[in-house]
């Protein structure tokens, strides 16, 4: 199993810019969790899905960002207009369903310019 | 709200047990303790986790006190690679967990 897959692993884009970060869950996965992680405020979920549902978005920061999950291989975080706070790591993460704990990737590194 | 209190940091000798102490004094009956580390540059990656009893599997030990108000994490025979921030989670709600700052070990030669 390649684990959980995410791409770009790196993007640097300019402010005002739309920026769509990618990830692919562990086959079998119901749920998908994505996070965001800075010096200041640590990790942080922004959203998760069950099912390909959007589940619990309370902690997307403002309608700039926005979460989508059309199929149970594929989930994206995109965030329009980019401003130069959204900059962290934004990591994307599965789990089976069960007590166990989440499988991370390897997370995005966004820089906005 | 912290729901866990970790030291900020920690050195342990190559080859020795490394324990990692947590404080989780407001956690309730159903809470499970979770634990995950972060090696510089990766995504986080689940170690263990318990409810009441002590658990054990091939990465670690995870005790936990009678009261369920603090528990620590062992790594038996710590390597260079082990070197990471360790986090200590209590999941709130069934996919809700509430990550704290974590503890930098450094694993000394």
């Given at each position: 199993?390649?684990?959980?897959?995410?791409?770009?692993?790196?993007?640097?884009?300019?402010?005002?810019?739309?920026?769509?970060?990618?990830?692919?869950?562990?086959?079998?996965h119901d749920y998908l969790f994505w996070y965001r992680q800075t010096m200041?405020?640590?990790?942080?979920?922004?959203?998760?899905?069950?099912?390909?549902?959007?589940?619990?978005?309370?902690?997307?920061?403002?309608?700039?960002?926005?979460?989508?999950?059309?199929?149970?291989?594929?989930?994206?975080?995109?965030?329009?207009?980019?401003?130069?706070?959204?900059?962290?790591?934004y990591f994307c993460a599965s789990n089976p369903g069960t007590d166990y704990g989440y499988t991370f990737g390897s997370g995005t590194r966004l820089t906005v310019v | 709200d912290a729901k866990t209190t970790q030291p900020p940091s920690m050195d342990c000798a190559e080859g020795r047990a490394a324990n990692l102490p947590c404080n989780?004094?407001?956690?309730?009956?159903?809470?499970?303790?979770?634990?995950?580390?972060?090696?510089?540059?990766?995504?986080?990656?689940?170690?263990?986790?318990?409810?009441?009893?002590?658990?054990?599997?091939?990465?670690?030990?995870?005790?936990?006190?009678?009261?369920?108000?603090?528990s620590t994490l062992i790594l038996p025979h710590a390597t260079l690679r082990d070197t990471a921030v360790y986090y200590c989670i209590v999941r709130v709600d069934y996919y809700q967990l509430i990550w704290g700052a974590g503890t930098k070990l450094i694993i000394k030669p």
């Open positions: 199993d390649a684990g959980v897959i995410q791409s770009p692993r790196h993007e640097v884009t300019e402010m005002g810019q739309e920026v769509t970060l990618r990830c692919k869950p562990i086959s079998g200041m405020r640590g990790l942080e979920l922004l959203i998760y899905f069950n099912n390909n549902v959007p589940i619990d978005d309370s902690g997307m920061p403002e309608d700039r960002f926005s979460a989508k999950m059309p199929n149970a291989s594929f989930s994206t975080l995109k965030i329009q207009p980019s401003e130069p706070r959204d900059s962290a790591v | 989780h004094s407001t956690i309730s009956g159903n809470e499970y303790v979770y634990w995950y580390r972060q090696i510089h540059s990766q995504g986080p990656q689940y170690i263990i986790h318990g409810l009441k009893n002590n658990e054990t599997n091939e990465m670690a030990s995870l005790i936990i006190t009678e009261d369920r108000k603090s």
